[in-house]
């Protein structure tokens, strides 16, 4: 991204603020109607695509060309069109109006201008996916096998794509015009307001005097401030350029330290109440409140974060590793009288709780962030300071604009080929019929379509593809877009394209791979646990009080049992047939026979406590 200076700035700052102002007026009084709002949006968006983000590595970082300021202009062009001539657009009858020589060009035009935006911004895999969906509606009868499909004419593939709500102003791109709007805003006051530095002192606090306190500072903050920040990799270069140099500063390697930042980072956009763009996109794709979202959460990320904690103690109980003195750290009663800062996640989660539209519980939480601002004069938000929060929060908001008009159009060639029918059929054929190959094969395909895909980009194409395989196999639709959502994020930590782990390791100095295997070692339970709440939906505290109970005990079991078998340590080092009857009762315990789960969660308890014993009773004899 570019770093501008004097005029180019300034006109950026206010150009951005107007964005902000936008999302904030649609927030409170109502958003237009939804094909008009998204190109209102794109409109305003997409040309911060080129005016932000240079060309290529050559050009200029500090200024503008001319060509840039040019093609952003250009960009409004397509978007202003249908904001002039709305009525008659909503008026014509798709496939059956001529599309008229205008709207041709302009959409090409935008075609065009959002693939090199998205080249820009996002980067070359979801151009590449974009384009070839794209061609497959023109193209689509030329290709061989189970592949071939329908041609359109280029006029029906352009008013798929523009003139319609099914293609780039499709269904993600109006999340990103709404909810996600009003989300950044508010992460951008909470920023202001001192809650993200005070998420780290929270951290920093209660956990950083337990063994490896460093690394359980990184993956606390990590975890509040994930939660609100959306990125995986903004995660790791917000929270990690502390928590890095202080894990290999008492003794982790240089490669664990970067893992346990990657792993932590990526695992906030699972941690509710935020979540980041994705589950925003699940509400609307699965049409039920936000709030199932965050219930269905909940449980898999306590698991996912729990596992960690429990990886990275055992780690430094292996290794002999201290945690910080309670010198080193900000003293609980400090801490404890400014808890008043988490008064804006709370009071959003308790207007969401109660019903409220997720965007107007996004505008109430800014309210309280400002109010929370007040008792402190390094925090209190004047006029300035309401502005720069509100510029801060939608500064990045082009990665996610840019990422769902462009995925997008691969909703709106599924749409219109019907390939994602064909796509089932194929999988369907290949597994058998055989639910577990059929998630396995979904794995692969939403891992893959994650390498070098922000989690929001990566999610809608897994959606779009793996989703309806799910679906027809019998897989609830929340377990199923779950499941792909889940793969989505841990992209992130999965060699060979790794994006929080290579930030990770730009920090810590490491070998990128050697941080990304070690970040999957970590998060072991994050490729585990979409299998196990597919088969078990008390996972997802979706069954009676009973089957969530099952649920919740099987996380616990599942977390201990692969906890201890991976890391290889107890309390000493754990012998091989000790760590495979470890991994035999976790797997027993996320099975979807209750009287499996139970098995395993006893057994893990009672083996857990023998070996335990066993070591007190050697030392005591020696």
Not at 80 to 107: A, S
Not at 419 to 445: D, E, H, T, Y
Not at 609 to 619: E, H, N, Q, S, Y
């Amino acid at each position: 991204m570019r770093k501008l200076s004097g005029i180019s700035y300034k006109i950026m700052y206010v150009y951005i603020v107007i964005i902000g102002l936008f999302h904030l007026y649609t927030s409170i009084f109502g958003a237009y109607e939804a094909y008009l709002q998204k190109n209102i949006h794109l409109g305003l968006v997409l040309p911060l695509a080129f005016i932000l983000f240079p060309l290529n590595k050559k050009a200029p970082m500090q200024s503008v060309p001319l060509y840039d300021w040019i093609l952003g202009a250009a960009a409004m062009l397509p978007s202003l069109y249908v904001v002039l001539n709305y009525e008659d657009i909503t008026m014509r009858i798709v496939q059956v109006d001529p599309v008229t020589q205008v709207q041709f060009i302009l959409g090409i035009l935008l075609f065009a201008l959002l693939m090199e935006g998205t080249r820009r911004v996002v980067g070359l895999p979801l151009t590449i996916i974009a384009c070839l969906f794209t061609s497959y509606m023109y193209f689509g009868d030329k290709l061989p096998g189970v592949m071939e499909g329908l041609s359109f004419p280029l006029s029906e593939v352009v008013e798929q794509i523009y003139l319609t709500d099914e293609g780039i102003f499709s269904m993600p791109l109006g999340v990103s015009s709404t909810l996600v709007a009003a989300f950044l805003i508010f992460g951008g006051f909470l920023e202001k307001c001192g809650t993200g530095a005070y998420f780290m002192e929270v951290a920093q606090a209660f956990t950083g005097t337990a063994p490896g306190g460093p690394a359980n500072i990184a993956v606390m903050s990590s975890c509040l401030f994930g939660s609100i920040s959306g990125s995986a990799v903004a995660n790791v270069y917000g929270t990690g350029t502390f928590t890095i140099p202080l894990m290999k500063k008492i003794g982790y390697p240089a490669h664990f330290a970067g893992a346990v930042e990657a792993v932590a980072s990526s695992g906030g956009q699972i941690m509710p109440p935020v979540m980041g763009a994705g589950a925003f996109l699940m509400a609307s794709f699965l049409g039920v409140p936000f709030v199932k979202i965050m219930t269905a959460a909940i449980v898999p990320a306590l698991l996912y974060y729990g596992a960690v904690f429990l990886m990275i103690r055992l780690e430094a109980l292996k290794c002999g590793l201290r945690g910080l003195t309670a010198e080193e750290l900000p003293k609980k009663s400090a801490v404890l009288k400014r808890a008043y800062l988490f008064a804006p996640i709370i009071a959003l989660v308790y207007f969401l709780l109660i019903g409220y539209t997720p965007m107007r519980a996004a505008v109430i939480g800014v309210g309280v962030a400002w109010l929370s601002s007040l008792p402190k004069k390094e925090t209190r938000m004047g006029p300035k300071a309401v502005i720069d929060a509100i510029y801060g929060g939608c500064k990045s908001i082009t990665l996610v604009c840019v990422a769902c008009a462009s995925a997008g159009t691969v909703l709106g060639s599924v749409a219109l080929t019907g390939v994602g029918v064909k796509l089932v059929g194929f999988v369907l054929a290949f597994s058998r019929g055989i639910p577990l190959i059929a998630l396995f094969l979904v794995m692969i395909v939403s891992l893959i379509l994650g390498m070098g895909l922000p989690t929001t980009g990566a999610y809608i194409l897994a959606a779009a593809l793996g989703v309806p395989i799910l679906t027809t196999l019998g897989f609830p639709p929340l377990a199923a877009h779950m499941f792909v959502f889940y793969y989505a994020i841990i992209s992130n930590i999965t060699p060979p394209v790794a994006l929080a782990a290579y930030a990770a390791s730009s920090i810590a100095g490491s070998d990128a791979n050697k941080t990304g295997f070690t970040a999957c070692k970590l998060g072991f339970l994050a490729f585990v646990t979409p299998f196990a709440f597919c088969y078990d939906q008390g996972i997802l505290l979706q069954l009676d009080l009973l089957g969530n109970c099952y649920g919740i005990i099987a996380c616990i079991a599942a977390c201990f049992g692969f906890g201890f078998a991976i890391m290889g340590y107890l309390n000493r080092p754990l012998a091989k047939w000790e760590r495979v009857l470890f991994v035999t009762l976790a797997i027993a315990a996320l099975s979807p026979n209750q009287a499996a789960t139970i098995i395993g969660f006893i057994g893990t308890i009672a083996l857990t406590v023998v070996l335990a014993k066993v070591k007190k009773g050697k030392a005591a004899a020696a």
